[in-house]
């Protein structure tokens, strides 16, 4: 069983960059389709980006294309958010989960990380 568990949450003024990082441990991520989310108090958990198992594609919320970056490195079992020019609406708690494919859909995923949390000043 996959467990995942992100870092790299923490404030940043509006701007600023950050990056967030998904490390499994317990098998290989090198098969799945991953994902990040993002939820704020009282709403639903929301898509952000998706990347195949390969690499190759990527797929973008609206709200986060041409800021964000989704990435990962197979070989250190570990999935990326480059999170660039963030905006007060970013802040949430960010949330990384792997599945059987690459989707915009929480119903995909089969394991999820603990989620860290990004807080951005205005």
């Known amino acids: 069983q996959v467990q995942l568990v992100e870092s790299g949450g923490g404030l940043v003024q509006a701007g600023g960059s950050l990056r967030l990082s998904c490390a499994a441990s317990g098998g290989t991520i090198s098969g799945y389709g991953m994902a990040w989310f993002r939820q704020t108090p009282g709403k639903e958990r929301d898509f952000v980006a998706t990347i195949t198992w390969s690499g190759v594609d990527t797929a973008y919320a609206d709200s986060v294309k041409g800021r964000f970056t989704i990435s990962r490195d197979n070989a250190k079992n570990t999935m990326y958010l480059q999170m660039n020019s963030l905006k007060p609406e970013d802040t949430a708690v960010y949330y990384c989960?792997?599945?059987?494919?690459?989707?915009?859909?929480?119903?995909?995923?089969?394991?999820w990380g603990q989620g860290t949390r990004v807080t951005v000043s205005s």
């Open positions: 989960a792997a599945g059987a494919t690459a989707s915009r859909s929480t119903r995909t995923y089969a394991y």
